[in-house]
């Protein structure tokens, strides 16, 4: 997948399909995570500490993301513990009461799950695809002046 500089380069860059150039995030201004919320639970705990550590590598992190992260993090913790519970189950069939995984709650709430926090890790480019159109702005470089050197006394 082209990023957008490519896009833009080659001729074929859309504002509607790729996005706002000057509209990407301009670095990191967190470089170090803060601890998780004390209300996940440790799965949630745990992929806070594991999307923070690579966003903060990737200069992605910014404060005002850190609302969403947790609730990826709920989302997920929610996920892990549900899933947990159904692998002890050892009759499925029972534990469906004759009904198909679609009609069940457990099942419902986790499709639920994995729907919100791919939504919520997707919006902060955590994945490669969103990741190769987010451009991190860096200073540019400033013109050296022929000049200078005989302007110098």
Request: hydrophobic share 30%; charged share 30%; net charge positive.
């Amino acid at each position: 997948m082209k990023s957008i500089q490519e896009h833009i380069d080659d001729g074929t860059y859309r504002k509607a399909r790729h996005g706002d150039p000057d509209a990407t995030p301009e670095g990191a201004d967190l470089e170090e995570a803060p601890k998780p919320p004390s209300h996940l639970n440790r799965h949630g705990k745990a992929e806070w500490k594991r999307l923070l550590s690579g966003m903060i590598a990737m200069s992605l992190l910014k404060t005002v993301d850190l609302g969403l992260i947790e609730q990826a993090c709920v989302f997920y913790g929610t996920f892990k513990e549900l899933s947990i519970e159904l692998s002890k189950k050892k009759d499925l069939f029972t534990f469906f009461n004759g009904k198909t995984s679609q009609n069940n709650i457990v099942m419902s709430t986790l499709n639920s799950c994995y729907k919100n926090y791919s939504e919520i890790v997707y919006k902060l480019g955590v994945s490669p695809i969103e990741r190769s159109k987010i451009q991190v702005k860096k200073e540019p470089e400033k013109e050296k002046n022929p000049f200078a050197p005989s302007l110098v006394k």
